[in-house]
T-cell receptor, first 115, second 111 residues
Framework: GAVVSQHPSRVICKSGTSVKIECRSL??????MFWYRQFPKKSLMLMAT?????????EQGVEKDKFLINHASLTLSTLTVTSAHPEDSSFYIC???????????FGPGTRLTVL | GQNIDQPTEMTATEGAIVQINCTYQ??????LFWYQQHAGEAPTFLSY????GLEEKGRFSSFLSRSKGYSYLLLKELQMKDSASYLC????????????FGTGTQLKVEL
């Protein structure tokens, strides 16, 4: 199956700092990647669609200036949480589209804690 | 808008069979996915249905009825490691490949 990695797996930062999360497709090229966040015992909420070589498409209510997405290559998308605050603490998960059925394959997630 | 319903929790016995239902209302349906998610981990792909009928993959099978807006995931010969959240998700017209997830069904497998 298609493999997606994320780095870091866990990060703790101070309020006001910025955090970058990397999402890589290891054995396939992902023209499109997606970024989600998930709160405890809740389902995944799509934040944005990341397209290689173009601007990301953000879901309603997601601040594009706060959650910066860059998809500079077919195997790497990054999410930067700028000026993080405690309410940004969450589980961030990325996915890439692969296969004939355009199935989303998910990375292992990044747990962000903002103090 | 899109609406996907699943039971919140289910409990079943090791070795048994369990069926997890999912109903959906979407504006233009394309396909339905099932994912498994263990606590603290990312979802892993289980199955994809686009046509009516049953798709079987080992101990797991998934069924779809497009006319009824209904799907189920069937898990056979349950094992303790099957205790997880099972997420139903759909892709729909105008959404491209975006997935809309249900709230997930937390399955607990007991001895």
């Amino acid at each position: 199956g298609a493999v997606v990695s994320q780095h870091p797996s866990r990060v703790i930062c101070k309020s006001g700092t910025s955090v970058k999360i990397e999402c890589r497709s290891l054995d396939f090229q992902a023209t499109t990647m997606f970024w989600y966040r998930q709160f405890p015992k809740k389902s995944l909420m799509l934040m944005a669609t990341s397209n290689e070589g173009s601007k990301a498409t953000y879901e309603q209510g997601v601040e594009k200036d706060k959650f910066l997405i860059n998809h500079a290559s077919l195997t790497l998308s990054t999410l930067t949480v700028t000026s993080a605050h405690p309410e940004d603490s969450s589980f961030y998960i990325c996915s890439g589209l692969a296969g004939e059925t355009d199935t989303q394959y998910f990375g292992p997630g990044t747990r962000l804690t903002v103090l | 808008g899109q609406n996907i319903d699943q039971p919140t929790e289910m409990t079943a016995t090791e070795g048994a069979i369990v069926q997890i239902n999912c109903t959906y209302q979407t504006s233009g349906f394309n396909g339905l996915f099932w994912y498994q998610q263990h606590a603290g981990e990312a979802p892993t792909f289980l199955s994809y249905n686009v046509l009516d009928g049953l798709e079987e993959k080992g101990r797991f099978s998934s069924f779809l009825s497009r006319s009824k807006g209904y799907s189920y995931l069937l898990l056979k010969e349950l094992q303790m490691k099957d205790s997880a959240s099972y997420l139903c998700a759909v892709t729909h017209g105008g959404g491209g490949n975006k997935l809309t997830f249900g709230t997930g069904t937390q399955l607990k497998v007991e001895l």
